[in-house]
């Protein structure tokens, strides 16, 4: 099996934005590569629920990489841990394959679960540190005048895979 690097260059005055925009892009990229492939590997929960997620009951742990890696499902069972985008890519492709897609099979994200991306300054330099959380599906539900959309419940798989403290 042969592995793929991606570098990205970022400039300073590209700012946080930015930032987070090519991460969530990176991010839905890749949850869309685990989708297709746990379809091929028979890796699909049986439903959307953390109860019957592949990514939780198989011993997977968080941790911290010295740079940033964005592992695939399968090397991350190989490896049994890995840092918050690679774990949320893993849970958002589970959301997919098992029904909390939008309309549009091009961009499962658009009306279907997606990443919560957030960023604080840390440090003396102001190095900005950024952490990765699962945005489940929006619900309409009714309201007194109509239809009401309802925010998608996070779900935050590097806390409930022994992340100490969020960022």
Not at 103 to 129: E, H, Q, T
Request: net charge positive.
């Amino acid at each position: 099996m042969a592995d793929v690097t991606v570098t990205l260059s970022f400039n300073d005055s590209d700012g946080p934005a930015a930032h987070s925009r090519a991460y969530r892009w990176l991010l839905r990229a890749l949850a869309l590569w685990n989708c297709l492939m746990m379809r091929a590997w028979g890796m699909v929960p049986a439903s959307a629920s953390i109860a019957d997620s592949l990514l939780y009951s198989r011993g997977i742990r968080y941790g911290t990489p010295r740079r940033q890696e964005f592992l695939d499902a399968k090397a991350i069972l190989r490896r049994r841990w890995a840092d918050c985008g690679p774990l949320a890519a893993w849970r958002v492709a589970e959301l997919w394959c098992t029904g909390q897609r939008g309309p549009w099979k091009f961009a499962p994200w658009v009306g279907g679960a997606d990443f919560r991306i957030y960023s604080r300054p840390v440090g003396p330099d102001n190095v900005r540190l950024y952490h990765c959380q699962v945005r489940n599906k929006p619900l309409i539900q009714r309201g007194p005048k109509g239809p009401v959309l309802v925010p998608g419940k996070i779900e935050d798989p590097s806390r409930l895979l022994g992340m100490k403290a969020v960022a």
